[in-house]
């Protein structure tokens, strides 16, 4: 009876992990256009007008595509860590989890932004539709508590 039991509980938690998932790429899924990019210890406050260009990440699937001026940079595979999700009630209707994109597209995307875009291997993400705006904020510790914002594209 106990195996039963235990067999009911790890079928019932893997099936809330994938809708979990499921739910998380389904909000994600897009065109995110960059707001800005804040942070550190100086308050550094970068936006598309500040630095004359227009950046835009476009998610589909488990695929991510970023964009600088309309000029695709570099695209990958992303996950989300379902074990990480949670929702913010505090924050309005808000999801945070870790996404995990790979260093060396991270990497690419800050070369093309002189650094002015903050996207980095295992990061926070925020997706909050508190009002009739939907944003992503990609943020990270690491690095002065950097985070760079998205405005989701209709």
Known sequence: MKNIIRITVIAALAILA??????????LAGT???TCTSGSIAGVNYTPETEGFNAEIVF???????????EKVTSGSYRIDVSDC???TECGNATSCVLHLPEEQCEKIAKATDGKIVVVPSGSAI???FSNEVS??????????FSSAFVKKN
Not at 18 to 27: D, I, R, V, Y
Not at 136 to 145: A, E, Q, S, V
């Open 127 to 129: 997706i909050n539709s």
């Open 60 to 70: 589909k699937g488990s695929k991510f595509t970023f964009y600088k001026d309309g």
């Open 32 to 34: 995110w256009q960059w």
């Open 136 to 145: 992503l904020t990609l943020w990270d510790n690491m690095i002065d508590g």
């Open 86 to 88: 949670e929702v913010l």
């Open 18 to 27: 994938t809708a979990c998932n499921k739910l998380e790429k389904q909000a």
